[in-house]
Structures are given as C-alpha cells and as structure tokens.
C-alpha cells in the first residue's frame, strides 16, 4: 500500500516535517561549530548555556508531561488527548519550545549567525501544521490556543508577531501536535 494512503503511514503522519526538523537541528549544531564567533563575549556564551540549561527544563516537563501521547510525528495519535495541564498548559508547545530555545543557545554559545537563523526557521511551519491537525481532531483546540501561547508566555504581546492559533478558511483543516 502507498504510505500516502496509508494513514498510519510515515509520510501521511507528518514524517516529512520529522526529516526536515532532524537536517535543521543538525544545521544548527554544524553550523555553530563551522562559522562561530570569537568566542570572547562570556555574557553572549553564558546566556547561550541558560537557554540551553533551560530549553532542556523546557522538553523534559514536556516529555513527562505529555507521556503516552508523545510522538515524534506532528499529526497526533488516534486516541490521544489534548493535553492542557503542566507545562501545557503554559505553553502550547513545550517540545518545539525546548529545540527553539536550546537551537538558540547553542548558536549564542558558539556566537554563530549562521546558526541563529536555522533555529529561527527551524519550528514555525511545523507547529503551524500541527495546530492544524489539533484543530482538526480536538473540538476545544480553538479555546485551548486562545488562551494558552504558542511557544513563550507575554512573548507575543510585546510582539508585532501571529502567534495565536487560526485555521485557514475556505480549506479543510489538517493540523498537527506533540502528541
């Protein structure tokens, strides 16, 4: 059977956006390293060790939180809930949270432009096609998303960016989760 209609498959679950996630995150690690600054800047290296240390806090609540929902895949589980307590219910997505804030760490550490800008395009797409699943297979998704950020609280407020949650018109909503 074609993955594609296949709608447990690899593909048809979101498996692309797994792929492209894995070559930024290690875009991100490579490019660090490959084009870094001087290394001299001890308060950029020191805030770049803080996010880390704290987008690694960030994903372990996540994990632990989200439990036998989690997978690696945007397109939740058939059968999973949404989950709104703990870290979810302070932010949306504690899992891409964590890769952003950890992505931006290291490039602050290793003082990298070049990795800056992958974390910065690493997560968006991603967590905009999973919210669309949400939409989709969680009737209080909407409520949920309008209530709680999407990656960091206040951060959208003081803000010129679309950080709430809304689902195209005129097309079906095929959304996606950390579940």
């Not at 709680?148 to 195209?168: A, D, E, I, Q, T």
Request: hydrophobic residues 40%; positive net charge.
């Amino acid at each position: 059977m074609n993955d594609q209609c296949n709608p447990n498959g690899f593909l048809a679950r979101g498996g692309a956006w797994v792929v492209v996630q894995f070559v930024l995150m290690t875009a991100v690690i490579v490019l660090g390293v490959m084009f870094h600054g001087d290394g001299i800047k001890l308060v950029v290296i020191s805030t770049g060790v803080a996010l880390l240390l704290g987008g690694g806090g960030v994903g372990i609540a996540g994990v632990v939180v989200l439990g036998l929902n989690r997978t690696p895949f945007p397109q939740p589980r058939q059968g999973s809930q949404l989950v709104q307590r703990g870290i979810y219910g302070v932010v949306r997505h504690p899992l891409y949270t964590s890769v952003m804030l950890s992505s931006l760490g290291w490039a602050f550490t290793w003082q990298s432009k070049a990795s800056l800008t992958a974390a910065v395009v690493l997560i968006h797409a991603k967590s905009r096609r999973e919210e669309r699943w949400l939409h989709e297979m969680f009737s209080d998704y909407p409520d949920y998303a309008q209530r709680v950020p999407r990656f960091l609280p206040g951060f959208c407020k003081s803000s010129k960016l679309n950080c709430n949650f809304r689902p195209r018109t005129g097309s079906k909503n095929t959304g996606n989760h950390e579940v």
